[in-house]
């Protein structure tokens, strides 16, 4: 990790809403960012908080005959509480109501204004209540608000304001984007900001008429003012970590290393706020990253489509740790992801009660029963152990990399696949085996190297799922404390005869209660023939094991394999010569078309199918994720 410092923001979130997905995603998202920072040893300040002013909160006030203040201060307390809930380690919670950061929000308009970097002036326009934002006539959308997704009717308005000379830094901007190629990311969102670029930049209106909303910063010039709310909001970042009040610690953080935001506030960030901040003659960002959106299916969350994903039904439901785990795994960093029940049960039953939950629990019991419940001591490695040795080091350091390049999903899934790994390594070594025929030391060193993977994966995936993680970690006897990088990114960790206790369930299995998904369309692709699905039925995919495999003579792309499907032993033939060493193949779990009428390939007789990928020069067979008997039927 090449960084000495880290500090990474969340968007402030509007006190308004309830927490849900989106909000619960950012955070837990730079929650993960922060943890893997402080994991290797990288000073780390996580600020997160909420966005208090503006006319929504003043209405929202109004309609429960309350103050706004006291609106805000009970509404709070709902992100406060869902992210005591979620494990959030943030170093600093920012209200934009603290009197503090008002106070350099003053200072800091007074100073623009004194430097002629604000004037006023006469304004006419279009205003959006939803998105608290003006538009000049050509940049409506069919005269409706032009902000992604919203489309709302707007309001003609004319009237005096105060104006930060934004227009001024355009072509600054352009060419500090262009020349700092990892300030916005992903690089599609740089392209989206100088497209934006491309219009002539106009100044920024920053004031709003106390006659039309007076729940904001005062302007300290004049007090028929307040400030605009996203000008007073983007301030946050700095005035949280001592801009104006402490200059050790604002020399410290400042500049921040990731704004993460969601794509939806992507001009807010890359173009206000840069220009904001060159007027302040302060150094930019390092990286604004933009992530994609959590769909509910394929649609977009509204509240109006009622489709909104609640947190804390599945906190409740699976638990922090396999709700944070999710979040982080499954939306590939930059694209939208979508938000289903069955991907949430698919991953929580494969990847942490199968792999994860069945790894330990078959080591810890081996432990139990065959080595005196200790760690037992490891032998000579032969090829197999030195392979997971390797497998699950790679994926410790991938997950590194992916940290460093913001792709903490993928980091995650090297991970999970050397868990998957260990449990191949398992099937194929068969300790039981070893252990009914008393071959006690190559027993040890099985186990020994099974329960090293786990002490190094669950390490590693600690800053993702602390509680469960310090679980597993107090089972193999090395504490439930945030582990130490340095004995991470080596073999040889646990110290044999260190007590092993016995495995809780840490993911216990669950029934699915789906919720009813309303109707698909079914997708049509161009030139692929559609069926039914009875024509489906006809084809009987099962899984099969790879018993024996070899090279079929005098055919080079050729492999002869002996399967097993559930208690049958069948021959296939198969053209994966290129892409396979025969040896690596056994003991895979393969899927194959088990009713297909037996077929002689280069006079060799094949009894069934398997299925592959295949694109331009790379094949990949079909395996099913995690353990599965043979014969088991696919659909
Ligand atoms: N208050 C402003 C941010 C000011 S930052 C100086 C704001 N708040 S918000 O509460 O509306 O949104 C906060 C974040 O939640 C945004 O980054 C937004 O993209 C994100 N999400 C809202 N819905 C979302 C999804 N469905 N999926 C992922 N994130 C989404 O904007």
């Known amino acids: 990790?090449?960084?000495?410092?880290?500090?990474?923001?969340?968007?402030?979130?509007?006190?308004?809403?309830?927490?849900?997905?989106?909000?619960?995603?950012?955070?837990v998202l730079a929650d993960v960012m922060a943890r893997y920072h402080r994991l290797f040893g990288v000073p780390t300040f996580f600020l997160t908080g909420t966005d208090e002013h503006g006319q929504k909160v003043q209405q929202a006030a109004q309609k429960a005959g309350v103050d706004p203040q006291t609106h805000v201060d009970r509404t709070v307390v709902r992100f406060q509480h869902l992210w005591q809930q979620l494990g959030i380690t943030n170093d600093a919670f920012i209200r934009t109501t603290d009197a503090g950061h008002k106070r350099v929000v003053q200072e800091i308009l007074q100073d623009l204004y004194d430097r002629d970097e604000i004037y006023r002036a006469e304004y006419d326009g279009w205003y959006c209540v939803t998105c608290e934002r003006f538009y000049m006539e050509k940049d409506l959308l069919n005269g409706t608000c032009p902000e992604a997704g919203c489309g709302r009717k707007v309001e003609?308005?004319?009237?005096?304001?105060?104006?930060?000379?934004?227009?001024?830094?355009?072509?600054?901007?352009?060419?500090?984007?262009?020349?700092?190629?990892?300030?916005?990311?992903?690089?599609?969102?740089?392209?989206?900001?100088?497209?934006?670029?491309?219009?002539?930049?106009?100044?920024?209106?920053?004031?709003?008429?106390?006659?039309?909303?007076?729940?904001?910063?005062?302007?300290?010039?004049?007090?028929?003012?307040?400030?605009?709310?996203?000008?007073d909001a983007l301030v946050n970042y700095i005035s949280a970590i001592g801009y104006r009040s402490d200059p050790a610690l604002f020399e410290r953080w400042w500049p921040a290393s990731?704004?993460?935001?969601?794509?939806?506030?992507?001009?807010?960030?890359?173009?206000?706020?840069?220009?904001?901040?060159k007027a302040m003659r302060l150094p930019m960002p390092e990286t604004v990253f933009a992530h994609g959106w959590w769909l509910s299916g394929q649609d977009k969350m509204s509240k109006s489509l009622g489709n909104v994903v609640n947190p804390f039904d599945y906190i409740e439901r699976?638990?922090?740790?396999?709700?944070?785990?999710?979040?982080?795994?499954?939306?590939?960093?930059?694209?939208?992801?979508?938000?289903?029940?069955?991907?949430?049960?698919?991953?929580?039953?494969?990847?942490?009660?199968?792999?994860?939950?069945?790894?330990?629990?078959?080591?810890?019991?081996?432990?139990g029963s065959h080595c005196g419940g200790r760690v037992p001591s490891p032998g000579t490695m032969g090829e197999d152990e030195v392979r997971i040795r390797d497998v699950t080091l790679a994926a410790a350091k991938d997950m590194v990399d992916a940290v460093e390049r913001m792709r903490v999903d993928q980091g995650v899934t090297g991970l999970t696949n050397a868990i998957r790994e260990a449990n191949r390594y398992l099937e194929r070594r068969q300790p039981w085996v070893l252990a009914r025929d008393g071959r006690?030391?190559?027993?040890?060193?099985?186990?020994?190297?099974?329960?090293?993977?786990?002490?190094?994966?669950?390490?590693?995936?600690?800053?993702?799922?602390?509680?469960?993680?310090?679980?597993?970690?107090?089972?193999?006897?090395?504490g439930t404390e945030a582990p130490s990088f340095d004995r991470l990114r080596e073999w040889g960790g646990l110290v044999p005869g260190t007590p092993v206790s016995?495995?809780?369930?840490?993911?216990?299995?669950?029934?699915?209660?789906?919720?009813?998904?309303?109707?698909?369309?079914?997708?049509?692709?161009?030139?692929?023939?559609?069926?039914?699905?009875?024509?489906f039925q006809k084809v009987e995919l099962r899984t099969a094991k790879i018993v024996q495999a070899e090279r079929v003579e005098g055919a080079d792309k050729l492999l002869r394999l002996q399967v097993e499907i559930g208690g049958e032993a069948r021959q296939i033939v198969a053209g994966i010569a290129k892409f396979y060493a025969p040896e690596t193949l056994i003991g895979r779990t393969i899927v194959v078309v088990a009713n297909l009428k037996p077929a002689k390939i280069r006079g060799v007789e094949s009894n069934g199918m398997l299925l592959a990928a295949s694109k331009d020069d790379v094949l990949r067979l079909v395996t099913v994720d995690g353990e599965m008997v043979s014969g088991a039927t696919v659909k």
């Open 1 to 27: 990790m090449s960084r000495t410092r880290y500090y990474v923001t969340t968007p402030i979130y509007y006190v308004n809403d309830k927490p849900h997905i989106g909000h619960a995603y950012t955070t």
């Open 502 to 535: 016995a495995a809780p369930i840490l993911f216990p299995r669950q029934e699915s209660k789906p919720t009813p998904v309303p109707a698909a369309t079914p997708v049509e692709v161009e030139g692929v023939m559609s069926i039914e699905y009875t024509d």
């Open 156 to 231: 003609p308005i004319r009237e005096t304001n105060y104006f930060f000379r934004m227009s001024r830094y355009q072509e600054w901007l352009v060419d500090y984007i262009q020349t700092h190629p990892s300030f916005i990311q992903p690089d599609f969102r740089r392209n989206e900001t100088l497209g934006f670029l491309r219009k002539p930049l106009q100044d920024l209106c920053i004031s709003r008429p106390k006659s039309r909303l007076n729940w904001g910063v005062e302007l300290p010039f004049d007090s028929q003012f307040v400030c605009y709310v996203w000008f």
């Open 258 to 277: 990731h704004h993460l935001i969601g794509k939806d506030i992507l001009t807010t960030h890359t173009v206000y706020w840069p220009t904001m901040l």
């Open 440 to 478: 006690q030391a190559e027993l040890e060193t099985v186990l020994y190297a099974a329960a090293e993977c786990l002490r190094i994966v669950s390490g590693m995936l600690f800053p993702v799922m602390p509680t469960k993680m310090g679980e597993l970690r107090a089972v193999l006897g090395v």
């Open 318 to 367: 699976f638990g922090v740790d396999a709700f944070r785990y999710f979040l982080t795994a499954e939306m590939s960093l930059g694209q939208d992801a979508s938000f289903t029940e069955v991907a949430f049960m698919r991953r929580y039953q494969a990847d942490l009660a199968n792999d994860l939950g069945n790894l330990l629990s078959r080591v810890v019991k081996l432990i």
